[in-house]
Every structure is written in C-alpha cells, then in structure tokens.
C-alpha cells in the first residue's frame, strides 16, 4: 500500500475541498473509491443538481475552465431542430457545429452554422476557422471523433460539432456513417466556395437565452452508487471528526470492510421516522446547495445525516457498538463560497 495522496471528505466534483490528513486512506483504495463516486456524481439524481447549480470537474465554477464538459443535445424554446452543447451551473451552451440535413428525393443538402458568441469579439473570423478545422477534419483518414445518439427520430438532420480540439457527431440514424455524407459535404463548399462561410445559414446564441433550452440526461436511479456515496461521505466525516483511531477501531469493521467492496449499502440506511428529532435541531437554518453532514450519539448506535445541496437527504446508522464519548459533531460545506467548516456542540 502508498499513502502519496489524500482523500476529499466530500468529493472535489460536489465542491469538496479539505481533505483526510494523508496516511487514513491508501492510494488504491482511493483510485477505487473514485470510480463509484464518479458514476453516481455523473449518472445519479445529483446529476441535475450539478447541471443546475454547479460545481464543474473537481470544484470548477467557472464556464472558462471546465475542459471536458458532457456534450449533450440541446432543443432551444427559440430555435428549431437541436444543437450540441453543454449545461454549466444552469446555463447552455453552445459549442460550434453544422446541422445537416439531406434530401434524398432532390439530393440538395441544407446546411445550418450555429455557434456561441462566448469568448468570440469577431463572429465571422470564428466561423471561417471553424470551417477551415471542419474540411481538415473531415478529409482527415484518421479522424476521431464522439457519436452522440439522438432519440428524437423525426429530425433527419445530423450534427457536426468541435469543442476543445474534440469533434462531435450525433444522428438519429443508429446505422449512420460519416464517410457517405462527406463528398456531398466538401461539393457543398467548392459550389459555394465563392463566399468563405457558403451558404450556411447563421445562427449565434446570446447570453440572454441561454437558460431558454431544454436537455435530456441519463441517470439510473435503481444504482445503489447514490447512496453508497452517502455512506462514504458520513464516513469520511466521521474519520475526520473524530479522529483515525476511532475510524479504526472494532466498532466500525463492517462498514469499513463494505464501503471498500460497495456492498450491503442498504443495511445502513435509515427511515426518517426513526431518528429525525435527532437532527432537526440542526438542520433549520441552513443555506441551499449547500452539504453538510451530522453525527449524534444514542447510547452504543452513532447515527448520521447527509444532506446533498440541502435537497438529497439521507439517515444512516454508522454503528451499533460504538464505544466513544456522547458526541454531536457536524461538517458543512458552502462549496459556492468556498467555505468549509466543523460544528460542534458540548454534550456533557
């Protein structure tokens, strides 16, 4: 085992920022804890949280930075037909592409420019590059490129996008091939070639509607990952609270041993019913988006409470053998302020 890292309390991608102090988790079972934490915080219910609030990749809130956003498929409220783009703390948008649509009865193609006016002072230079890469690209052999499906089988149109030097594809035809569609393309450009942006018509998105679209995003709601991140979030906090000795000791073997395998997740779960007025004292005044998570004391059972941008909660019984001093501890994150700080109440 090496201990070169450190492991976020609540993960860097929910705007965790303080760490375990390095020596509590080893590097290998953080790399494996950072596989499940990655599916839930991409695929669960806190995906629509993220993609209305924030943050980006590792704690990112601003647009600039987020190298490796989900191009997804956007619909528009004011544009017709779709558009590849990205959803970044409630806003869209919009990367540069070409939508496509070919008339197998006339053989005449109709192509459409939409592009996004952040970062570009000068709208027609930008668009004569991005066609200067798109012919590159396209009479490149080896070209690479991200298929995105698109379930909506009434618009025949197929889409063309880059983003950070990584080109996009997205077509409602599961059997499409690029290479049938490309000699029509490049004649398109020659016949027009006259005009350095062709006959394309230009669409450009401004700030004002870019909270006007609406997006689909897979999520699995049946994966025991959401949960197990909670679990593992308490946890954490618990280790960091309290104090590694008591991390590992006897009173917390099993779920040690099951957040490392990512079993038996729903055996520490808890009704509301059953130890809300243990919380509740606690939980009135604080802000949305915010995380914070609570630990009590009953006796022997340790109990916590997670609650994720104050709107995903979760009880959860940590042990029922716990051996160490009556305890009322909290751990808050107000990640949009970059602010993370421990609660802590005298029990005796």
């Given at each position: 085992m090496t201990y070169d890292s450190a492991e976020h309390i609540i993960p860097a991608g929910?705007?965790?920022?303080?760490?375990?102090?390095?020596?509590?988790?080893?590097?290998?079972?953080?790399?494996?804890?950072?596989?499940?934490?990655?599916?839930a915080i991409r695929y669960s219910l806190l995906t629509g949280n993220r993609l209305r609030h924030g943050p980006g990749k590792r704690?990112?809130?601003?647009?600039?930075k987020e190298k490796t956003p989900a191009i997804i498929l956007l619909k528009g409220e004011n544009i017709i037909g779709l558009n590849l783009g990205y959803i970044f703390m409630g806003l869209a948008y919009i990367i540069p592409q070409i939508s496509c649509e070919f008339n197998c009865l006339s053989g005449e193609l109709k192509i459409d420019f939409t592009g996004d006016h952040l970062e570009n002072n000068d709208f027609s230079e930008y668009l004569v590059t991005f066609k200067t890469k798109l012919v590159d690209f396209l009479l490149n052999k080896e070209r690479t490129f991200t298929f995105i499906e698109n379930d909506e089988k009434s618009i025949k149109s197929f889409y063309i996008g880059l983003h950070k030097n990584k080109w996009y594809i997205s077509s409602s035809d599961p059997s499409f091939r690029l290479d049938n569609y490309i000699n029509i393309i490049m004649n398109y450009f020659i016949k027009n070639?006259?005009?350095?942006?062709?006959?394309?018509?230009?669409n450009l998105i401004n700030n004002t509607s870019k909270s006007a679209f609406k997006y689909t995003y897979p999520i699995d709601i049946t994966d025991m990952g959401f949960f197990y991140l909670f679990l593992k979030i308490a946890f954490n906090s618990l280790a960091y609270l309290l104090g590694q000795e008591m991390a590992l000791s006897s009173s917390f073997d099993d779920i040690r041993q099951d957040i490392i395998n990512c079993?038996?997740?729903?055996?520490?779960?808890?009704?509301?019913?059953?130890?809300r007025e243990l919380f509740d004292n606690y939980v009135k005044n604080l802000k949305n988006n915010e995380h914070y998570i609570f630990i009590v004391s009953k006796g022997t059972m340790l109990y916590s409470y997670v609650s994720l941008y104050n709107e995903w909660?979760?009880?959860?019984?940590?042990?029922?053998?716990?051996?160490?001093?009556p305890i009322v501890s909290g751990f808050i994150c107000d990640w949009k302020s970059k602010n993370e700080y421990v609660y802590t109440e005298n029990c005796t």
């Open positions: 929910l705007g965790g920022i303080k760490k375990l102090p390095k020596g509590y988790v080893s590097d290998q079972a953080n790399n494996l804890f950072s596989k499940f934490e990655a599916k704690g990112n809130q601003k647009v600039q070639s006259i005009n350095p942006l062709g006959k394309m018509n230009i079993e038996n997740i729903n055996n520490y779960l808890l009704p509301r019913s059953e130890c909660h979760s009880y959860m019984a940590l042990s029922n053998n716990y051996q160490g001093e």
